[in-house]
């Protein structure tokens, strides 16, 4: 089992920054890959941005250049720097885990609202 506990949500105006952190805990020596996901009122589940074990980084077209996905250790967590932030980017964000042979974990989520 892994478990994910996501911090740093919020409420911030359009052009604002926040930074997610998603912490780890558990079975962690499996891990290939962490990542952020979010889901808007009346919208699917959409990946925002992944790392594998070896650095590389995924990111849906519209953050890319504005968000930047990083971890010290994939097996400690990864962070969400979110910076020009829209609208458009409110959505609960939920942080995940992919172990091969056992599928996804996830966080709780945590709410992020960008309005002025």
């Known amino acids: 089992q892994v478990q994910l506990v996501e911090s740093g949500g919020g409420l911030v105006q359009p052009g604002g920054s926040l930074r997610l952190s998603c912490a780890a805990s558990?079975?962690?020596?499996?891990?290939?890959?962490m990542g952020w996901y979010r889901q808007a009122p009346g919208k699917q589940r959409e990946l925002v941005a992944r790392i594998t074990t070896d650095g590389t980084t995924t990111y849906t077209d519209s953050v890319k250049g504005r968000f930047t996905i990083s971890s010290d250790n994939i097996k400690n967590g990864v962070y969400l720097q979110m910076n020009s932030l829209k609208p458009e980017d409110t959505a609960v964000y939920y942080c995940?885990?992919?172990?091969?042979?056992?599928?996804?974990?996830w966080g709780q989520g945590t709410q992020v609202t960008v309005s002025s």
């Open positions: 995940n885990a992919w172990v091969p042979g056992f599928g996804d974990y």
């Open positions: 558990g079975r962690l020596f499996n891990i290939y890959a």
